[in-house]
């Protein structure tokens, strides 16, 4: 079956302009995660939908970083005004809900000239 | 702070040699532990969960382990296919269901 796509694979951008970032889950997952994996490092927590719940979105760096999700289907991710430090990648995964194995996508490489 | 510390930070082996991963972690009444394969390029890919100390998970040539504190990765008999970055995770207190991960073990397995 279909597992986690994200869209684009990889996004070159210059300093200073905004990055939209998408994730379609896999069908019937109610929870979908947002990591950013920078070189080298493991992978650290944005955002997490949960149903129809406000999400929680204690890891967000700062206010230049937002996201949304249309019921329990696509979410996309926005940095604004990007910076150097947001080079990397980011991850999305899903699950069936909250606390089972999540199922993740290949990432968008983001690279800020 | 929650944490989940991994070693080594890699790890070169010859194949069929065996040897283990450690995950320790901080998290008081652990809920779980997750155990992810990530090959270049790639998301993270499932491998185990384990709920509560003692319990025990194999799949083909790797085995999960986990007591109290921390948690255990086998690799009997490792092939070059083996080669990738094992990663653990644990769901952070007071019952949330965002994960931590450490930083990860890098495994080569030689020819």
């Known amino acids: 079956g279909a597992g986690v796509s994200q869209s684009p694979s990889n996004k070159v951008t210059e300093k200073g302009k905004d990055v939209e970032l998408r994730c379609d889950p896999i069908s019937g997952h109610t929870a979908l995660y947002w990591y950013r994996q920078r070189l080298g490092q493991g992978l650290e927590f944005l955002i997490y939908f949960q149903g129809n719940s406000a999400p929680d979105k204690s890891g967000l760096p700062s206010d230049r970083f937002s996201a949304e999700r249309t019921g329990e289907s696509v979410s996309t991710l926005t940095i604004q005004r990007t910076q150097q430090e947001d080079s990397a990648v980011y991850l999305c995964?899903?699950?069936?809900?909250?606390?089972?194995?999540?199922?993740f996508g290949d990432g968008t490489r983001l690279s800020i000239l | 702070e929650d944490q989940v510390t991994q070693s080594p930070e890699a790890l070169r082996l010859q194949e069929g040699e065996s040897s283990s991963l450690n995950c320790s972690y901080t998290?008081?009444?652990?809920?779980?532990l997750f155990w992810y394969r990530q090959d270049p390029g790639k998301g993270p890919e499932f491998l185990f969960t384990?709920?509560?100390a003692g319990e025990e998970k194999e799949k083909e040539r790797l085995k999960a382990t986990l007591t109290k504190k921390e948690s255990f990765l086998h690799i009997t008999a490792p092939k070059p296919e083996d080669s990738a970055t094992y990663l653990c995770a644990a769901p952070v207190e007071g019952g949330s269901e965002k994960l931590v991960f450490g930083k990860g073990t890098k495994l080569t397995v030689n020819p």
């Open positions: 384990l709920y509560s």
């Open positions: 995964a899903s699950s069936l809900w909250g606390f089972e194995p999540q199922h």
């Open positions: 998290v008081s009444g652990l809920r779980g």
